[in-house]
């Protein structure tokens, strides 16, 4: 019987290692660029600050670790047999593994305020964990890539992080939509035709405007609780069209009555305008469809969508108000975002975009026939490696085609071949797997033919 | 009152991230250089492979992970009434968190045998988790980092394994010991004075000839049990001295009639032969009291101490015969090795050998005193990026003491002032924030002068 990982987790190979690197790494280096600066936080956080956090469900699913040793000890009849399991993990567990990035960085805030100096721009790079049902694209362990700045309302940094998909998703090589919105630009809509609670039915009824058309989407919001004005005062909102800065001027007139709705115009337009004079060349596009994280999000929101490609969006963000307030800590505004890396990796890989150079990772072996020939070897290998080429040497002198068969499972794009008449004239015979050349060199032009 | 993480874990600063990514880079690069490949698996694997891994000692240091949705639901009264907690823990936990990369590893390999083409040479650099009372220096959240060759008994792996540690501590810039055993030198000791099983005591003993010397080892030996002639039998061992090659010589002669020891001795002469004509900088020394590992290691043991440095061992490793056959795959003999990166932080602290790029981030940072100022500086900001510099721009127009403490604390090395007389003629004043010189530059002299 072949042992197995818990369902909802995944080994990384090596190849995919090598594409999951270039992944983090792209994306740490274009954090780094823009001055964010790496944290990690543990992996267990104590139960008081991962509950409550993330909703019932997100309580649910959470994990919980046992507390170790005797742990049963001192339960009480009556509550064993009781078999309340919400209740007895209280009492038999006090430590949880990490659900998102955001709550750690909230408690890591409050808890280092006094080494931090805000603006705090930090990136984060770390596994999460979530009890979910597995499916497909769904895994119980995943990586997030997290950015944020707190400590300013400066729109300068949601500036910067458009500026940041941007750049990633050049260095990736497809092209996205970045896709903005801003929390009070809707607020402002549902105030100004009375619905406020309605939010989420306006974003839904604007997304379907494409497909079923204003006379469907009329009938649902009255179905929904609308009555006729509202959904006569909607219309404008509804029919929104042209660019950023036409939809920009008809929000500011038809909006004029809302103070909120005005704040978050104003956001965009300043946003766009610092924009405007970058060098972006994905497209940023306004979409009052955007309706992510309305629970916590209060001004800008950002969503990512591959161009040409079957998926939701790859990555988003936002600006809250108040991140630390639930640990004591209020006024802490801030904006973030998340690329998601597991995503991400599926449209490099459908586009077939990852980098040759995440195949491979040793660029030449030596090939023996002899023990002789190993200890040849040595020296060359040694060198090679010293030059900062990965190097490998076939360590015993077996079959040359199993030596082979080596070298094409690994991927090596080169073979040094070590037989009598190449130690005789202090060579080797190079071999290039790809096209299949063969040329007797020695170490000199080894090097400098596979560098 | 502030919130705090579990005991034993740790937050890392962005200094502390620095630092560590610098070794963990270090020692990932020596790896690839050798042409180790990196693999990752998940944090959580299923308890029927962990359990019993690790001695009984250790199946309590597991992190069990409670099972998900009611899991008291179908426990029986006794069971519970029992309060027994290790039954217990069997019926309410499927899961734990990985306590080490070998096992892992070895559930790798047998999981996917048919992907693998043996020699696998893998790496690996995780976390592991170990319910251990926390103290100075232990905690229960730390980074391993392992390579492995498996499916191979040749000693050119223990040779490249010598040579990684002397490169990866010639780039970290400390000098070291490489010390080496082998477990059948140490075997054939006890088998060639009759005293198989007293393996530990003798390592024991021979550690501490330095110390206490002959008279007193002696009588702690016959405290332990050994009798006046085996005593004397291992007299020309605890007296061994001389290089490694004299060592090898006496140990031949004095160990001639085992044959496990002059297997071992011939293990250990090879790998000297193949390191001789290296180019190793640090030392390699035979040392027989290396007793690490001894239930799995069966050759060569290996072990690194950091020169003048009051501390154990920082680095180890060796080869193992059996690492499979736990998962039914026997006979897949292997050698491995692990640098222990905690340990290197603290030599690093304690020699101040860290490299200058590892307190640093943002290399400079546009400091404005009004609206205007920040405009006209995002576009410099962006060309500087550009260059691969990472740069940052203070987002408000706040007070420029406030933005220079910014700068300070962030170690930012160059500010840029930008104030009207600067906007005029179309440049900044650049600062070094080390030795206070300013001078007024355009954005190219800018960019040449930080690069």
């Known amino acids: 019987m072949k042992p197995s990982i818990p369902k909802g987790t995944r080994d990384f190979s090596p190849v995919e290692m090598a594409r999951r690197n270039y992944i983090f790494n792209t994306i740490r280096s274009v954090f780094q660029n823009y001055g964010?600066?790496?944290?990690?936080?543990?992996?267990?956080?104590?139960?008081?600050?991962?509950?409550?956090?993330?909703?019932?469900?997100?309580?649910?699913?959470?994990?919980?670790?046992?507390?170790?040793?005797?742990?049963?000890?001192?339960?009480?009849?009556?509550?064993?047999?009781?078999r309340n399991s919400i209740k007895l993990t209280n009492r038999i567990s006090e430590k949880g593994l990490r659900y998102d990035l955001t709550v750690p960085f909230a408690r890591y805030v409050v808890q280092h305020r006094d080494e931090v100096t805000f603006p705090f721009k930090r990136f984060q790079i770390q596994p999460v964990w979530r009890a979910d049902r597995p499916q497909k694209g769904r895994y119980r362990e995943f990586f997030q890539c997290d950015a944020d700045i707190v400590g300013s309302d400066s729109l300068i940094y949601e500036t910067e992080i458009i500026e940041m998909i941007d750049q990633a998703f050049q260095r990736f090589g497809f092209p996205v939509i970045i896709k903005i919105n801003n929390r009070k630009i809707l607020?402002?809509?549902?105030?100004?035709?009375?619905?406020?609670?309605?939010?989420?039915?306006?974003?839904?009824?604007?997304?379907?405007?494409?497909?079923?058309?204003?006379?469907?989407?009329?009938?649902?919001?009255?179905?929904?609780?609308?009555?006729?004005?509202q959904i006569n005062k909607l219309k404008p909102i509804l029919m929104l069209e042209g660019n950023n800065q036409q939809k920009l001027e008809t929000l500011r007139t038809v909006l004029a009555e809302s103070e909120i709705a005005l704040k978050g115009i104003d956001e965009m337009e300043e946003i766009l305008r610092y924009i405007a004079n970058s060098d972006i060349k994905n497209e940023l596009e306004i979409d009052l469809t955007l309706a992510r994280g309305l629970n916590y999000y209060t001004g800008t929101i950002l969503e990512v969508?591959?161009?040409?490609?079957?998926?939701?969006?790859?990555?988003?963000?936002?600006?809250?108000?108040?991140?630390?307030?639930?640990?004591?800590?209020?006024?802490?505004?801030?904006?973030?975002?998340?690329f998601g890396a597991d995503r991400i990796y599926d449209v490099l890989t459908m586009l077939d975009k990852f980098p040759a150079e995440t195949a491979t990772g040793t660029k030449i072996i030596f090939l023996a026939f002899d023990q002789r020939g190993i200890t040849y070897s040595l020296p060359l290998v040694r060198r090679i490696r010293r030059e900062g080429i990965a190097a490998e040497?076939?360590?015993?002198?077996?079959?040359?085609?199993?030596?082979?068969?080596?070298?094409?499972?690994?991927?090596?794009?080169?073979?040094?071949?070590?037989?009598?008449?190449?130690?005789?004239?202090?060579?080797?015979?190079?071999?290039?797997?790809?096209?299949?050349e063969q040329s007797l060199l020695n170490i000199d032009e080894i090097v400098s033919q596979i560098k």
């Open 187 to 229: 607020a402002g809509i549902a105030e100004f035709i009375g619905a406020a609670d309605k939010i989420i039915d306006i974003t839904v009824a604007i997304d379907k405007m494409d497909k079923i058309g204003l006379d469907n989407v009329s009938k649902e919001l009255l179905e929904r609780g609308l009555n006729g004005g």
């Open 36 to 82: 964010f600066k790496q944290i990690e936080t543990p992996s267990m956080e104590n139960l008081s600050t991962l509950m409550g956090k993330y909703g019932e469900e997100g309580d649910k699913l959470l994990f919980k670790i046992l507390n170790s040793g005797d742990w049963a000890h001192d339960l009480q009849d009556d509550e064993l047999l009781a």
């Open 393 to 436: 040497i076939y360590p015993e002198p077996a079959k040359m085609k199993k030596q082979m068969t080596y070298a094409n499972a690994n991927n090596i794009p080169f073979v040094a071949i070590v037989g009598d008449d190449e130690m005789a004239q202090n060579k080797a015979m190079l071999k290039n797997m790809l096209t299949g």
């Open 305 to 338: 969508k591959a161009v040409g490609v079957e998926m939701g969006s790859i990555s988003g963000g936002g600006r809250y108000d108040n991140l630390t307030g639930i640990f004591g800590l209020p006024g802490v505004s801030g904006v973030g975002f998340s």
